[in-house]
Nanobody
Framework: QVRLVESGGGLVQPGGSLRLSCEAS????????MSWYRQAPGEQRELVAS???????NYADAVKGRFTISRDNAKNTVYLQMNSLKPEDTSVYYC??????????WGQGTQVTVSS
C-alpha cells in the first residue's frame, strides 16, 4: 500500500509562487510516474504535470513555462514549483502515483487559491 501526503498549498496573490510537495510512503515502493492533477469546483480533474522515474516530463499547455515538476527518487517525493500564478490556477491539487505493477494511488489534495 502506498500513501501520498501533499503539502504546500495556500492563498497567494496573482503573480506569486507556491511550491507543492508530495511524499510517497509505504511498503514496496516502485513508483514509475508521479503526477500533479487539479480539480476546480464543477470541473473535471485535469493533468497539470507528470514526471517519470527516468526524468521525462509532461505539462498541460496552461502551465507550460510557469510550473516545474521535479522529483527526488531517493525520497519518493515529487514537487510542483508554481510561478506567475493566475486566478484560474485556483483548484484543489492532487498528487498521483503509478506503481510499477499498475496500481494507481492518489493523495488527499491540497487547496491552492490565487486571489488578491
Amino acid at each position: 500500500q502506498v500513501r501520498l501526503v501533499e503539502s504546500g498549498g495556500g492563498l497567494v496573490q496573482p503573480g506569486g509562487s507556491l511550491r507543492l510537495s508530495c511524499e510517497a510512503s509505504g511498503s514496496g515502493l516502485s513508483i514509475t510516474v508521479m503526477s500533479w492533477y487539479r480539480q476546480a469546483p464543477g470541473e473535471q480533474r485535469e493533468l497539470v504535470a507528470s514526471r517519470t522515474r527516468g526524468g521525462s516530463t509532461n505539462y498541460a499547455d496552461a502551465v507550460k513555462g510557469r510550473f516545474t515538476i521535479s522529483r527526488d527518487n531517493a525520497k519518493n517525493t515529487v514537487y510542483l514549483q508554481m510561478n506567475s500564478l493566475k486566478p484560474e490556477d485556483t483548484s484543489v491539487y492532487y498528487c498521483k502515483a503509478v506503481h510499477l505493477m499498475g496500481m494507481v494511488y492518489w493523495g488527499q489534495g491540497t487547496q491552492v487559491t490565487v486571489s488578491s
